[in-house]
């Protein structure tokens, strides 16, 4: 068995935030980018198809307990003092920005209900916790 050789850090860390945002890798850049401009380090990903859906209009109700528990975690593990709930352009949790009729207005507005709404549970159920709201398009990053 080969083993590879990566470095890491077996102190215990306190992260920074936890990050709610999906997995769709075309926004990875915006999100690295976010991370350096934010100063976030250390940070504890929650990353799932369609990033705040589970919490603002999940499928089901296991799926928001899910997402709550891991903040949860994050905050008991981590001391994690902000909650980060991230949306993006074009979707496919969302159904694309087809289901937007390709308007990016009109899909900028609903994301940013959903935010919103999202940030209401977990400010409710997290009531000491910074949590902001962040949008990412093909063109940058938005605070909500």
């Known amino acids: 068995m080969e083993k590879l050789m990566v470095e890491a850090d077996k102190k215990h860390y306190i992260a920074d935030a936890a990050i709610i945002w999906c997995y769709d890798n075309r926004f990875w850049k915006s999100f690295q980018y976010f ?35 891991q903040i949860e975690l994050s905050i008991k593990l981590h001391h994690t003092p902000r909650v980060v709930l991230m949306n993006h352009s074009d979707c496919g949790g ?17 994301h940013k209900e959903e935010l919103q709404r999202a940030k209401r549970l977990v400010e409710k159920d997290f009531p000491n916790i910074r949590v902001d709201t962040v949008f990412v398009n093909f063109e940058g990053i938005k605070f909500i």
């Open 35 to 69: 991370l350096e401009s934010e100063r976030i380090k250390n940070f504890d990903p929650i990353i799932v198809a369609g990033g705040t859906k589970s919490i603002a209009s999940p499928e089901s109700e296991s799926e928001r307990k899910f997402m709550m528990k």
């Open 94 to 110: 969302y159904g694309g920005l087809k289901t937007f009729n390709n308007d990016e207005h009109q899909e900028f507005s609903a």
